[in-house]
C-alpha cells in the first residue's frame, strides 16, 4: 500500500470535508484501493472496506494508533495506543460469502447497509434492522433474544474485520467494557491534520519564496523541511 502524496491528499480532505462519515470511508477506501472499481465500494463486505482503511493510515502516518473514548460509567476520557497489526489479525484469510445461523442465511455487512440504519437511534432496532438487510433467506424478525446473539456473533466470525472494538477498563471507576473503532474515522482525523500542516507549508513558502502550491507539493519532504528551516531565521 503506497503513502498518500500531498496533492491526493489535500483532493481527499477538500472532497471529504462536507461529506457524512459513511460517505468519507468510502471515498477513502477507494483511494485505498484503485483496483476497486469505485461504484464497488459501498457494496463489499464491510471488513474489506476497514482493512484497506487501516492499511493506507498505516502506510501514510505510521503502524501506530493513539486513541481516547468516553468511559461510559463516569465519562473519564481514557486514552489507548496499539498496532494496526493487532486490528488486522487475520484480515487476509478468504473469507466465506454467506453463513447460515438460526434459519436464517446471512451475508456480512457493507457500508450502504450502515447507512442505511445510520438513522435508527435506538442501538437495539439499529441492530435488528442491519441483521435484516443482510438476510439472504429466512425471517430475522422473528428472531428471540439468544437466536439474535447467535446470528450476530455468526456474521462476527463470517466477516471480523467489519466491527472492531478495543476491550477498555475504566482507570477511575472500572468500568469494563468495550470501545468500537471507526477505522474510516481513525483515518480521516490522521488526514485532517496532515492536510492542515502542509496548507501551512505551502503559505510559509508561497509568501517567502512566491512559488505556487503545486511546486511547494511537488518539493521532496526533506528539501521543503529546509527550505521551511531558512524560511524561520
Ligand atoms: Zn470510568
Not at 37 to 59: E, F, I, M, Q, W
Amino acid at each position: 500500500m503506497q503513502p498518500l502524496a500531498g496533492p491526493t491528499l489535500l483532493a481527499l480532505w477538500e472532497r471529504g470535508l462536507s461529506r457524512h462519515a459513511l460517505d468519507r470511508s468510502a471515498l477513502l477506501a477507494a483511494a485505498a484501493r484503485p483496483d476497486w472499481p469505485a461504484d464497488t465500494v459501498v457494496d463489499r463486505p464491510l471488513g474489506a472496506v476497514n482493512a484497506s482503511l487501516l492499511r493506507l493510515r498505516a502506510a501514510s502516518f505510521g503502524p501506530r494508533i493513539d486513541g481516547h473514548v468516553d468511559c461510559p460509567g463516569c465519562g473519564q476520557r481514557l486514552a489507548f495506543a496499539l498496532d494496526t497489526q493487532v486490528l488486522l489479525d487475520g484480515a487476509d484469510q478468504d473469507m466465506a460469502a454467506e453463513t447460515e445461523v438460526a434459519g436464517l442465511r446471512l451475508r456480512p455487512p457493507s457500508l450502504r447497509d450502515l447507512a442505511a440504519v445510520a438513522a435508527e437511534a435506538d442501538a437495539a432496532h439499529g441492530a435488528r434492522a442491519l441483521l435484516a438487510r443482510c438476510t439472504l433467506a429466512g425471517d430475522a424478525a422473528r428472531l428471540d433474544e439468544e437466536a439474535l446473539a447467535r446470528a450476530e456473533a455468526a456474521l462476527e466470525q463470517l466477516d471480523p474485520q467489519a466491527d472492531l472494538a478495543l476491550a477498555l477498563q475504566c482507570t477511575d471507576c472500572g468500568h469494563a467494557g468495550n470501545a468500537q473503532l471507526d477505522p474510516g474515522s481513525l483515518l480521516w482525523d490522521e488526514l485532517e491534520v496532515r492536510a492542515h500542516a502542509l496548507l501551512a507549508e505551502v503559505h510559509r513558502l508561497a509568501c517567502a519564496y512566491g512559488w505556487t502550491e503545486e511546486q511547494v507539493l511537488a518539493l521532496g519532504p526533506a528539501r521543503r523541511a529546509c527550505y521551511l528551516a531558512m524560511v524561520a531565521i
